[in-house]
């Protein structure tokens, strides 16, 4: 009867096909929101508020892949003759990227070892900083797929983006579970057919995913944590 009870359990069929996470405010920090940008403009001595505004005006484009790298920071920073390179500039940039405290990474490595899911990123980035977050962190060790702005050419919340991530999956939105920490994304993964849930911290997740059957639920003394 034992035996028949685990064949049983081996043989459910899982909640969900695919598992998608956002990186920056859910794996880690953001690579290069308001709060990183002000950083690296105190650091160089650079008015942050004519940062910001040229920054909205090609950020998207960069994200996309539209330009590269240097075009960007031509548009942003070296406008104007400086007393740094482009090349300390973004390193700077890059330094801002850390493991985000009470973030999921614990999490993906978990669901990625149960191997019960195709588990990827849908996150916005642009190429350079992607590549140098996804290699540092090992975060392909994890996703079999990455739906990323600058591969994508799409951006969240454009529903195109959600669309072309499911079309090349190729399996129905109510089998999609989307993980993201801002609503505005959530609402767009929803308004595709995907399950989405907004991050609120590491705890507040794992409680969601329990509940959904994607973690088993352990005792806090019996979980560990993946290398």
Known sequence: MQEFASRRKETTVPPFDVILFDVGGVLLSNGWDRGERAAVAEHFGLDLEALE??????MAAWDRSEINRNQYLDATVFY?????SHDEFFESMLSQSRLLPDGALDILREVAASNRFLVGALNNEPREPNEFRFGKYELRRYFK???????MGLRKPEPAMFRRALDILGCPPNRVLFIDDREKNVTGGKAAGMKAILFRGADA???????????????????????
Not at 53 to 58: D, F, G, I
Not at 80 to 84: A, G, L, T
Not at 213 to 222: T, Y
């Open 53 to 58: 505004t040229r920054n909205a005006e090609v």
């Open 205 to 227: 997740l794992r409680a969601e995913l329990e509940e959904m059957g994607v973690l088993s639920p352990e005792p806090n003394s019996q979980r560990r944590r993946l290398p």
């Open 145 to 151: 797929v990455a739906f990323s702005s600058c591969y």
């Open 80 to 84: 104007e003759p400086r007393s740094f």
